[in-house]
């Protein structure tokens, strides 16, 4: 795999507390069944290490390494909350995705990757879990920056809809069909609760992140333009019958 990494809503405070909601069992329950307790895991992409925490809960005789190519402190934030949890069989260091030649052969028995896809510049990739939203009520608003952010994934040249496409990625990248377990996970947000914390990490990216300045400074919208959906998001939150699911692409592949 060569490539660079891109992502395109940078690393601030709300992108960070977004990212560490997420754990082994909302996020990757698709590779729970694999895990025996003493293996050794690679967590490649892992941000502030929520998901790779629970993995080193889960193979307690085994070792679970986290790396990650920001340099914006986030690896901070994974070793704090690894401590703060009095993990001890884990480990975080920087690294890049696209860049792993330095990674002995044989040393893990599972390489993890979650969403990976649409964040690095990939020629193939083995596998990872990968997203698309599915929302009601439908609006256009919400149709209209979802084409915005496909296009300002192209322009970094990474692939925003990359979960349908794990499974023609992973026999591209040499795997046998037979050794390829793909299935479809979701993220659910239904209750005021949900609605108005997804809302609120949500309307703050499409103004404030790195990928609004992107987009402004490719000229594909305004800050005036990007207010709309940010806007538009505040207020679906706050409607009763507000429904919002993620679809995620999972994949499994044996070697």
């Not at 507390?17 to 992409?45: C, E, F, V």
């Not at 402190?73 to 909350?81: F, M, Q």
């Not at 990939?122 to 990872?128: I, N, T």
């Not at 591209?172 to 990490?201: N, V």
Request: glycine content about 10%.
């Amino acid at each position: 795999m060569s490539g660079s990494v891109i992502y395109s809503y940078g690393h601030p405070e709300y992108v960070i507390r977004s990212l560490s909601w997420r754990t082994a069992q909302n996020s990757a329950t698709y590779l729970l069944p694999y895990l025996k307790p003493t293996m050794h895991i690679l967590d490649i992409g892992c941000g502030p290490g929520t998901i790779t925490a629970d993995f080193a809960r889960l193979v307690p005789q085994g070792r679970v390494t986290g790396i990650d190519y920001s340099t914006s402190g986030i690896l901070e934030h994974a070793r704090k909350h690894a401590a703060e949890q009095g993990i001890t069989n884990i480990h975080f260091q920087n690294g890049d995705i696209c860049n792993l030649e330095d990674v002995p052969d044989d040393t893990y028995d599972v390489v993890h990757c979650h969403q990976g896809g649409e964040t690095w510049q990939a020629r193939r990739c083995s596998g990872g879990r990968l997203k698309g939203d599915h929302v009601v009520p439908e609006t256009e608003a919400m149709d209209e920056f979802m084409e915005l952010y496909r296009r300002v994934s192209r322009t970094n040249h990474t692939e925003p809809d990359a979960g349908r496409r794990l499974v023609s990625w992973a026999l591209a990248a040499g795997f046998e069909r037979g050794h390829i377990d793909a299935t479809a996970g979701t993220w659910c947000y239904s209750t005021p609760e949900e609605r108005a914390w997804w809302c609120g990490i949500s309307a703050d990216r499409t103004v404030h992140s790195t990928f609004a300045t992107q987009a402004v400074e490719r000229g594909l919208a305004t800050e005036k333009t990007l207010e709309r959906p940010a806007q538009h998001r505040r207020e679906w939150g706050e409607k009763e019958g507000g429904w919002l699911a993620i679809l995620h692409g999972e994949i499994v592949c044996r070697a």
